[in-house]
């Protein structure tokens, strides 16, 4: 079965740092780009990075870049999210999701999404 | 920077109806690009439709997109129960990398 599992979420003071994973299964996760998109409660969807195939090719949205790292280990079919200084508006469900294969990482749609996981940032 | 602005926010219609769903975009761009998404409460996104027009695997054909340059359309031509949903449009492919969403029209049972 195809799919995505985000792992890694949980309450976390502001200032503090927090690690996500999102392993694959029933593919080669290193064949495709992958992206960290989050949701915040009841509102809509917001981008957050994304990597390349092979890992060499990495781009943030403003709102993270500097504090967010993307980072895959192909070897275990899994790619990460290093998020550090969080902030109360980081508070969100993560997921992770499938980009474009090969050469073609970052211009494609994301056709396989992971359910998500919950990071709420408070005091 | 690329944004989407998706109407009506909320559509109320009744199962059997036909939805006709919104998308413009702030400045011309390439149908390539342009995806529709459908979210159910407590699931993951679905990716229906993509290069504007092409339905992604498994999806019914009672789903369809359309447009090109600013506004473009999604439409489902016979509500199901299961259709009724939050479905978001998507602008991506820009260089250097960037991923814009719309900010969503739910779709309630009237």
């Known amino acids: 079965q195809v799919q995505l599992v985000e792992s890694g979420g949980g309450v976390v003071q502001p200032g503090r740092s927090l690690r996500l994973s999102c392993a694959a299964s029933?593919?080669?996760?290193?064949?495709?780009?992958a992206h960290w998109v989050r949701q915040t409660p009841g509102k809509g969807l917001e981008w957050v990075a994304v990597i390349s195939y092979d890992g060499s090719n990495k781009y943030y949205a403003d709102s993270v870049k500097g504090r967010f790292t993307i980072s895959r280990d192909n070897s275990k079919n899994t790619v990460y999210l290093q998020m550090v200084s969080l902030r109360a508006e980081d508070t969100a469900v993560y997921h992770c999701?499938?980009?474009?294969?090969?050469?073609?990482?970052?211009?494609?749609?994301?056709?396989?999404w992971g359910q998500g996981t919950m990071v709420t940032v408070s005091s | 920077e690329i944004v989407l602005t998706q109407s009506p926010g909320t559509l109320s219609l009744s199962p059997g109806e036909r939805a006709t769903l919104s998308c413009r975009a702030s400045q011309s761009v390439s149908s390539s690009f342009l995806a529709w998404y459908q979210q159910n409460p407590g699931q993951a996104p679905r990716l229906l439709i993509y290069?504007?027009?092409s339905r992604a695997t498994g999806i019914p054909d009672r789903f369809s997109g359309s447009g090109s340059g600013t506004d473009f359309t999604l439409t489902i031509s016979r509500l199901e129960p299961e259709d009724f949903a939050v479905y978001y449009c998507?602008?991506?492919?820009?260089?250097?990398?960037?991923?814009?969403f719309g900010q969503g029209t739910k779709l309630e049972i009237k």
């Open positions: 999701a499938r980009g474009g294969l090969g050469s073609g990482w970052d211009y494609d749609a994301f056709d396989i």
């Open positions: 998507q602008h991506y492919g820009s260089s250097p990398p960037k991923y814009t």
């Open positions: 290069g504007a027009s």
């Open positions: 029933g593919f080669t996760l290193s064949d495709y780009g």
